[in-house]
């Protein structure tokens, strides 16, 4: 089963940006379509992107649209989330997942790491 490591977390002003590193371990994630979700206290788990395992497509939630980018060195066993003009409502813990199937549904992803805390002032 691969590992996963979040990094990249931590407290920015509206309208910054923050980008998020997701390290895996055990094994490569050239085998793996790879996600990302958020989770803000008191509400569900809400998935915001996910990535084939080419690289070559894409998903993003609405709410990130346009403003969020993931992408993916597989050489490097490494996904990234790029995360820019950062709102109040992005305050969460992200965490990163790796899917042995599909990549446009929280559902499809069955390993998880631990989360990183983004938070955004006002």
């Known amino acids: 089963q691969v590992q996963l490591v979040e990094s990249g977390g931590g407290l920015v002003q509206a309208g910054g940006s923050l980008r998020l590193s997701c390290a895996a371990s055990?094994?490569?994630?050239?085998?793996?379509?790879m996600g990302w979700s958020r989770q803000a206290p008191g509400k569900e788990r809400e998935f915001v992107a996910g990535?084939?395992?080419?690289?070559?497509?894409?998903y993003y939630a609405d709410s990130v649209k346009g403003r969020f980018t993931i992408s993916r060195d597989n050489a490097k066993n490494t996904v990234y989330l790029q995360m820019n003009s950062l709102k109040p409502e992005d305050t969460a813990v992200y965490y990163c997942a790796a899917s042995s199937g599909g990549y446009l549904s929280i559902a499809d992803f069955g390993s998880w790491g631990q989360g990183t805390q983004v938070t955004v002032s006002s």
């Open positions: 990535i084939s395992r080419s690289g070559s497509a894409t």
């Open positions: 055990g094994r490569t994630i050239r085998n793996y379509a």
